[in-house]
């Protein structure tokens, strides 16, 4: 892994665009705070610098060190750039915003299960504080990276430039370590219920919603009996009031906003397994729900079967029978990967690569033994949704640690000095509008030494 010595404009922006607990919670409960700058009509606190600080030394596992100076300028350098988006008449669209919070939450939601579980993590009172503190951030990101786009937009880099970049890392001794990476494919075998399972989970849902209807049974009470989600259970159903925004999955929003106040849903179906939804009240552009939510059952006749298929399969690839693509392609249920000949996503930076010192422990027992054209050991996986499967991996691609070489990691280095470049036009640019920008620091803060002129001194 590279070893950072400062934190750029980009590692402060992830830090934000994750919303990481310490400063949302931060942002929600200290109100009362010192005034570390103010620039423009922009505000850094000082809570905001050890929020900052402490994030980075968490996130780099102590690796980063930071001063309250170095990250205050940081800070400063994204105030400047949003004060001028402004200024420029950079505009940001609710639409752009309220999508940027719904990848918000929804990260949220796949990291802690539930948004009620991310509310309480980072301390607000309920989702919608977390939204509009959300929407504030996101607004700011937006603003800076379009501004950002604007002064940068015509930086371009020759080869003769990725050279002479790449020769003065290592006249300096300077080479970035790059880490070991992987490229993953998969097949994916779904171990499906009965179709007589599947009528029996029907069939009680409608005969739970006939006791309901017809002889004054308590919802809440057969969905604390019934449900197979333990948290369904547990809340008795009630999921309180939902709106259109909120991040539940779209075949369960369309039922709950098609009922009447009072009225009970057919059973219907989800990757959660199937629902019927009790109306309890419609509030202004909200509904107030429950439900109750069964899974069917899957036979042990069944995962046997989706192994033993998916065993022969495996057998056919390493006997050359068929190639690992058209397998995907003619056997595999993951409709993510199916049309890619099966290749994994990495969620977190959407690259087809992993680094494979942060990989899920799990993940990685299964793989780190595989070189380039293996293939894994069939495994069973299942979905927090409940779903069930067996996976088969082949490994892609495979690149060991290894120090920087120009031929072999031409696109990587020249991502690296194609932002430099645009980090060097960023600070020419920042050079000539502090003149022109009200800057106004605190007093513990004029002490210290900064790279840019924003005391204005000389």
């Known amino acids: 892994m590279m070893q950072l010595k400062t934190m750029n404009l980009k590692s402060i922006s992830i ?16 109100k009362i705070d010192g005034v570390a700058v103010v620039i423009g009509k922009n505000v850094v606190l000082d809570s905001d610098i050890e929020k900052f600080k402490k994030e980075l030394e968490t996130q780099s596992e102590g690796k980063v060190k930071i001063s ?24 940001v669209s609710k639409a752009e915003i309220d999508d940027r919070v719904k990848r918000s939450i929804a990260f949220f939601v796949q990291e802690y ?32 990276g379009k501004e950002q786009q604007k002064i940068t937009g015509d930086v371009d880099l020759t080869p003769e430039e990725v050279r002479l970049y790449f020769n003065g890392l290592k006249d300096k001794k300077e080479l970035p370590e790059f880490p070991a990476e992987v490229e993953l494919a998969q097949i994916v075998l779904n171990a499906i219920p009965t179709d007589e399972e599947n009528k029996r989970i029907i069939d009680k849902l409608n005969q739970i919603k006939k006791d309901v209807e017809e002889n004054d049974a308590s919802f809440r009470l057969k969905a604390i009996i019934n449900s197979s989600d333990p948290s369904v259970a547990r809340n008795g159903g009630n999921l309180g009031v939902i709106t259109k925004d909120t991040q539940f999955i779209k075949e369960f929003k369309e039922v709950a906003f098609s009922l009447d106040e009072g009225q009970i849903s057919e059973p219907f179906k989800t990757i ?15 509904r107030e729900v429950s439900h109750i939510v069964m899974s069917p059952e899957i036979s042990d006749d069944k995962l046997k079967e989706a192994k033993e298929k998916l065993d022969g399969i495996k057998k056919d690839i390493s006997e050359g029978k068929i190639t690992f693509e058209d397998a995907v ?11 890619s000949g099966g290749l994994i996503i990495n969620q977190y930076t959407g690259e087809s690569t992993f680094d494979l010192t942060r990989m899920d422990p799990a993940l990685y027992g299964r793989i780190n033994e595989l070189q380039k054209g293996d293939l894994s050991e069939v495994f069973y996986d299942e979905t927090r949704a409940g779903e069930k499967m067996y996976k088969l991996l082949y490994m892609r691609n495979r690149t060991n640690t ?57």
């Not at 392609?329 to 049309?339: L, M, Q, R």
């Open 113 to 144: 299960g539930s948004e009620e579980k991310a509310v309480k993590a980072y301390g607000f009172n309920d989702i919608e504080d977390l939204k509009k503190e959300l929407g504030k951030v996101q607004k700011e990101e937006l603003l800076i």
């Open 15 to 30: 830090l934000m665009i994750l919303g990481l607990a310490p400063i949302f919670a931060g942002a929600q409960k200290n």
């Open 272 to 286: 959660f397994g199937y629902h019927i939804i009790l109306l309890h009240k419609i509030r202004g552009q909200g």
């Open 68 to 91: 309250d100076c170095e990250m205050l300028e940081q800070l400063m350098e994204r105030k400047l750039l949003a004060h001028h988006a402004v200024v420029d008449s950079v505009t």
């Open 329 to 339: 392609a003619d056997f595999s249920e993951d409709k993510e990967t199916k049309n």
């Open 402 to 458: 290894h120090t920087a070489d120009l031929v072999d990691d031409y696109v990587k280095i020249q991502q690296l000095a194609l932002t430099k470049k645009k980090e060097e036009t960023i600070a020419k640019w920042s050079k000539d509008k502090i003149t022109e920008t009200y800057v106004k620091l605190g007093t513990d803060y004029k002490k210290c030494t900064f790279k840019s002129n924003w005391k204005k001194d000389k």
